[in-house]
């Protein structure tokens, strides 16, 4: 069974604070993906990779930055925590033919206070 | 680039009753349409997903269809239960990351 693993689950951090958000699958997908959900407008795609050291914007990059130094691993970085960052965060992987469901994270909830 | 539309956004039904949400997408390069399930709480699970060179496709009481031509699809959810009770989402791509819907929320009133 495919697992994608986030590792916090409730996050709270201050105004201006570097926050890392990490994700790890085990099933050896080439694509990882960071969404973040918020009511009323769906997930929305911040930034995605299709191999280790690749990087790609999505449609929200803005005051988020990404690392794949691994394969499994993609982690999510908030430069400078802004209360407007306040939200569900969704990691997802899938295979490297690109056209096949996602399989998600449980997801982190931050809150920036 | 792809724009996904999805309607309606919170539906209620009686248990037993059939639940249709319907998608439209822009991108007329959009091949792969799967659909999610995010129960309260919980991880959005992929339910069912369909590819343009089909036309429908079911698994028990899911169905999705899509018409190429108008660029929409629907799920069709039949003989409601209360576990059916959750927030879906639909999705597209062509060749590039998912775009997804604004979501439904279905509620199953037993």
């Known amino acids: 069974d495919v697992k994608v693993t986030q590792s916090s689950r409730y996050l709270v951090k201050r105004t201006g604070e570097k926050v890392f958000l990490e994700c790890v699958q085990d099933?050896?997908?080439?694509?990882m993906f960071w969404y973040r959900q918020d009511p009323g407008l769906g997930l929305r795609l911040i930034y995605f990779?299709?191999?280790?050291?690749?990087?790609e914007k999505g449609d929200i990059p803005e005051g988020y930055s990404v690392s794949r130094e691994k394969k499994e691993r993609f982690s999510l970085i908030l430069e400078s925590a802004s209360t407007n960052q306040t939200s569900m965060y969704l990691c997802?992987?899938?295979?490297?033919?690109?056209?096949?469901?996602?399989?998600f994270g449980s997801g982190t909830r931050l809150t920036v206070v | 680039g792809e724009n996904v539309e999805q309607h309606p956004s919170t539906l209620s039904v009686q248990e037993g009753d059939s639940a249709v949400i319907k998608c439209t997408y822009s991108?007329?390069?959009?091949?792969?349409f799967p659909w999610y399930k995010q129960e309260l709480g919980k991880r959005p699970q992929l339910i069912i997903d369909?590819?343009?060179?089909?036309g429908e496709k079911k698994d028990q009481r899911i169905a999705v269809t899509l018409n190429k031509t108008a660029k929409h699809f629907s799920l069709h959810i039949t003989e409601t239960q209360p576990e059916d009770s959750a927030v879906y989402f639909c999705?597209?791509?062509?060749?590039?990351?998912?775009?997804f819907g604004k979501g439904t929320r279905l509620s199953v009133i037993a």
């Open positions: 997802a992987s899938n295979l490297q033919g690109r056209n096949y469901g996602y399989t």
């Open positions: 099933m050896d997908h080439e694509n």
């Open positions: 990779s299709y191999d280790v050291k690749m990087k």
């Open positions: 991108d007329s390069a959009s091949n792969y």
């Open positions: 369909i590819r343009s060179n089909v």
């Open positions: 999705a597209g791509t062509g060749n590039t990351p998912l775009v």
